[in-house]
């Protein structure tokens, strides 16, 4: 039986954190930081490389009926859910073009199942491809995380305040599971039940990958760019400096911080090891948020 397990601790968490590498010249992620405005990154370019990239397939073959009639229930079932487009387009899952798929295999008779499942596939995985992630965690001490996405303590971390209660149509605020198996997803998830099919893709793992506890914050239609995100949402509260990040650079990240009117902190190793965040002079005018 495969092993499973969920955060539901980190659900009412408030501050997140995003770990970023040094800035160089090539790659400066903290003078690009905007106002309002979030960083969503393409899940192509992740660690992970199946990372939101399913397997998505027909299982109802393997897994349930294999009879021809089936496939007739299974087009009448679509087609009386697609009467009502708007209502099934509030899923999220289904946007336009994976919407005419769908109507299409509802319209067609033939006899191809094979070629209409490889369709049917490739629609999915185009649109689940237009989502961009923020990837995000409770843990500020953690030393991996530190280590794996901030240069070893060079780089710095972004303090977010989420409110998850307030997230706008086209953004999700998902905590991941992680599991010792990645799942399998069938096309008729997507057709009949697209709003539990949406959040078991965006949210799921393997459990190698758990100790980074992450939260997502998933955009559905925009990857690989700044969007503007409603700040009663999601704000930056702080940046950090990593504990090795050199002087120069630390000055750098407080003039960042006080042109974002946020506060500046740092990261401080202790002798047993663990670490401390203390407050950096602040000399921005006017009230944080």
């Not at 997140?16 to 393409?42: H, M, T």
């Not at 009926?65 to 009448?76: I, L, N």
């Not at 490739?122 to 280590?147: H, K, N, Y």
Request: glycine share 4%.
């Amino acid at each position: 039986m495969k092993s499973q397990k969920s955060h539901n601790t980190i659900i009412a968490a408030r501050q997140l954190y995003r770990f970023q590498p040094i800035p160089k010249a090539c790659n400066d992620r903290l003078s690009s930081l905007k106002d309002g405005e979030v960083w969503f990154s393409d899940p192509a370019k992740f660690n992970d490389l199946l990372d939101m990239k399913p397997n998505i397939r027909n299982l109802v073959l393997d897994r349930w009926c294999d009879e021809p009639q089936f496939t007739t229930a299974r087009r009448c079932a679509l087609a009386c859910l697609l009467a009502n487009p708007a209502m099934y387009q509030g899923a999220l899952l289904i946007d336009p073009a994976l919407l005419r798929v769908f109507q299409d295999w509802v319209a067609d008779r033939c006899d191809e199942e094979w070629n209409w499942d490889q369709r049917l596939s490739a629609a999915i995985e185009t649109r689940i491809a237009q989502f961009g992630v923020v990837c995000l965690t409770p843990q500020w001490d953690s030393r991996l995380m530190w280590a794996h996405y901030a240069n070893d303590g060079q780089g710095f971390c972004i303090e977010y305040e989420v409110d998850w209660g307030k997230q706008q149509p086209n953004f999700r605020y998902v905590p991941v599971v992680y599991a010792s198996e990645t799942p399998s997803f069938c096309i008729s998830e997507a057709m009949f039940t697209p709003h539990q099919f949406l959040q078991r893709v965006m949210a799921s793992k393997h459990s190698d990958w758990a100790y980074e506890q992450e939260v997502r914050l998933v955009c559905l239609n925009a990857k690989g760019q700044y969007v503007k995100v409603d700040p009663e949402f999601v704000r930056i509260t702080a940046l950090i400096a990593g504990y090795a990040m050199p002087c120069g650079m630390q000055s750098k990240l407080q003039q960042v911080a006080n042109h974002l009117r946020v506060e500046s902190k740092r990261m401080v190793p202790r002798s047993n090891g663990q670490f401390d965040m203390e407050s950096m002079t602040w000399q921005a005018t006017g009230s944080n948020r």
